[in-house]
């Protein structure tokens, strides 16, 4: 990827809420299955089918999932044993890791890591502990390292939140985590372009890489507390590690790429040509409806009283809506693509859609690619991708899918 100037930005960057908030529809065409004959553009290529899935009944509320080095599925989830072992063909091999602070007990497991170059098993990231383990493919503890402070996430964050925030991922000789800002109180928005990267390594004492918004070259976050005009959700923070060590941050509706180095320099900042819809009170509206719909009620309180809520603080957020709607997820593949899910509410009513973009690293789309219906990719590896796959009743699994050749 090629050093560029920072343009920019022409709107303030909305928050990340602890409620759902909004976005709004972006549809995406794309190719029927097969890879389009045209070369001057992007290739349109479809994912037939999830070729695979975890058989486990008792496997629920999955939050990350990834396949070692040895071909087994490692899956997180919500309710212990946090983690749970199966083959390459999707049997269980062992489940381990209850709720608890005592050993081998988990606060709330996040994310999973690879080990260390030529180990085996899996590093599990545990966000409450502020610890992240490694483990073998039975459960046996290999070793644990402190990651500074806690990350006070609730364990449902995939279910509410948009972007990549209160995860650890992996780089060359340590981990990088961020730590959002601390939450300002109930009915306080929070905007966790304030939060700041840290950089772990195996050996020595953790150091800041600096805080979001000004990687980004975005500007200062204004202060917020309750009572505040909430600024709906437009663009949380996407970001992933890649394979060379660097860090490749997403700024949101103003469609930049940029490649931070663990040091806390910027590698680049190119712009990026993404078919992003325009946004609207009406789409944000309906999109906030559809996602209170799929959140509980307080005391108290009904899904009507939810929905009205939703219009009103769709009208309220106007004068700070982005004027596009932003993507979704960014993952970073083994070959150092960089995947971007695009916001479409037609296939999940939180707006994770089925059309990922691939980027090489210039930051140049080079082909679109759609997953089955009810597909929700976690990880992209070099030949499949591994994700949640959702019934047409709501339940949940595991389940992989093979990818196609790309340029």
């Known amino acids: ?204 004492d953790p150091r800041s890489i600096g805080v979001l918004h000004e990687l980004a070259g975005l500007p200062a976050p204004p202060p917020s507390g309750p009572g505040q005009l909430p600024r709906i959700l437009g663009a949380g923070p996407l970001l992933d590690t890649c394979p060379d060590g660097s860090i490749v941050l997403h700024t949101g509706a103003d469609a930049r790429l940029v490649r931070i180095s663990v040091e806390g320099d910027v590698v680049s900042d190119v712009g990026i040509d993404l078919p992003l819809a325009p946004n609207s009170v009406e789409t944000m509206g309906s999109w906030l409806a559809s996602v209170s719909e799929t959140l509980d009620p307080g005391s108290g309180d009904s899904r009507e009283a939810m929905r009205e809520r939703a219009r009103m603080m769709a009208e309220l957020a106007e004068p700070v809506m982005e004027p596009q709607v932003p993507p979704t997820l960014l993952r970073c593949d083994v070959e150092g693509r960089i995947w971007i899910q695009l916001f479409d509410v037609n296939d999940d009513p939180r707006g994770y859609g089925r059309t990922w973009a691939v980027l090489d690293g210039d930051g140049v789309v080079t082909a679109f690619v759609l997953f089955p219906h009810g597909f929700l990719p976690l990880r992209i590896g070099d030949r499949r991708a591994v994700g949640v796959v959702r019934d047409e009743m709501g339940l949940e699994t595991v389940g992989w899918a093979t990818l196609p050749e790309l340029p």
Do not use: K
Not at 147 to 156: D, R
Not at 174 to 199: I, K
């Open 1 to 204: 990827m090629s050093t560029g100037s920072r343009s920019a930005p022409h709107v303030l960057r909305p928050s990340l809420l602890l409620a759902a908030t909004g976005l709004a529809v972006v549809l995406v065409a794309c190719g029927d299955g097969n890879q389009t004959a045209d070369t001057e553009g992007p290739h349109e290529v479809a994912v037939d089918a999830v070729t695979g899935t975890v058989q486990d009944p008792e496997l629920s509320l999955v939050m990350d999932a990834a396949i070692d080095a040895e071909g087994n599925v490692w899956v997180l989830s919500v309710y212990p044993p946090h983690v749970r072992v199966y083959s390459s063909d999707g049997a269980p091999m062992t489940a381990f890791g209850d709720s608890g602070a005592g050993p081998g007990e988990f606060g709330n497991p996040r994310t999973l890591l690879p080990p260390p170059v030529g180990e085996e098993g899996m590093r599990v990231a545990d966000t409450r502990r502020a610890v992240v383990r490694h483990f073998t493919p039975d459960g046996a503890l290999q070793g644990e390292r402190a990651v500074g402070a806690q990350m006070p996430l609730p364990h449902e964050i995939r279910f509410g939140f948009f972007g990549d925030l209160g995860r650890v991922w992996a780089v060359p000789g340590g981990v990088v985590q961020d730590a959002p800002p601390a939450f300002g109180g109930a009915g306080a928005p929070v905007d966790f372009w304030r939060a700041e990267l840290r950089f772990i390594p195996d050996e020595g």
